[in-house]
Structure formats: C-alpha cells, structure tokens
C-alpha cells in the first residue's frame, strides 16, 4: 500500500511537536507495511530548507519529494482572516497532479487545513485523510482573549469547515477538537 503525504515542515530533526507528530504518523503507517511518498513544500522559515533535513527526511521515507515554490510566502492578510486556500500555491496541486498521474494512492494525508485544497487533485478512490493539528476556525479570536496577537494561520469557523469536508478522515489531536 502506497500513501502520499503532503507537509509544509519537514519531518527531520523532530525537534519541534509538529515535526513529530507528521514523522509519528507517517512511522505509524511505514509499521503497517505503507509505502510512504513524502511531499514537502517548504513553507517554514521563508522557505528555508538546508542539507541536513532534506538528508534526514529522505532516509526517514520511501520516497521524497520536495515541491518549490511558485510565489512569496504569504504570512499576513488585510482581511480580518486568512480565506481557507490563502496559502496554497498551484506548483502543489500540480506537482500532485504529475504524481497521481500514472500511480495509485490508496490514501492521501494532508497535514493542515489550510492545504485541504490538494484532496481535488487526486482520484476519488483514494482515502483523503486530513491531520488538522491545530483549530484554525477562530483562532484569531483565542489568541486575543488571551492577549497574544495572531500567529501562523487563522481562519473563521465557515472557512474551516470548508476545508474538513474535503477529507473523508479529520484527525485531531485533542479530544475537545475531535467534538469542535
């Protein structure tokens, strides 16, 4: 069994609970027999990607791709919040598009919401799982009540929802998000 994993952080070193929770999940399926063909595209610290992790991230999976960008980084927004698919980039669905295009995927594992768009560049037969890692649907709104200004991605709730029906799997990591 073969599974495409798209990340925009690498999965080496884990030395952030991101990284491992991907690398932790990833590992999960690899026990199960899963070929994993990981996906990268490199959206952490402006992009940046050195040596060591491409090194790491490659021995860690079967297969390892990393997709270049095709325009800035988008990190703020006039809006009040981030649309869903304010930080995709069309080299993903096209590089998806080249991957699919003669191979078969029996799962594909989006890590975050925001990049839920990529589940339409692949066959309706193959199980779109969705890792959501955090709630992005206001987001915004937390953080101001606690004082601290925003940060990463933040969406409203309608925007999030958008995104959890494209999967057929959401996965959450706690169990008051599980209900959310």
């Known amino acids: ?33 899963a070929r994993i063909h ?10 940046r990607f050195v040596r060591k992790e491409y090194d790491g991230v490659a021995a860690q999976w079967d297969y390892f791709d990393v997709i270049p960008p095709s325009k800035d980084f988008v990190y703020m927004t006039d809006k009040p919040d981030f649309g869903i698919d304010d930080w995709w980039d069309d080299n993903i669905g096209n590089h998806i598009k080249w991957k699919t295009n003669s191979y078969f995927y029996a799962a594909f ?3 975050y919401a925001f990049f839920s768009k990529a589940f339409a560049y692949v066959p309706a037969r193959t199980l779109k799982i969705l890792d959501t890692h955090d709630r992005l649907g206001d987001r ?14 933040y969406t409203t709730i309608e925007e999030e929802k958008v995104a ?13 998000e599980a209900e959310y």
């Open 1 to 33: 069994m073969d599974i495409l994993v798209l990340s925009p952080t690498p999965t080496f070193p884990t030395d952030q609970g991101n990284r491992s929770r991907i690398a932790n999940v990833c590992q999960y399926f690899k026990q199960l027999g």
């Open 38 to 47: 990981f996906l990268y595209f490199p959206r952490e610290w402006g992009g």
């Open 109 to 111: 594992i989006v890590n």
């Open 140 to 153: 915004r709104l937390m953080l101001a009540r606690h004082g601290i200004p925003p940060d990463f991605f």
């Open 164 to 176: 959890l029906n494209r999967a057929d799997v959401v996965i959450a990591i706690t169990q008051s």
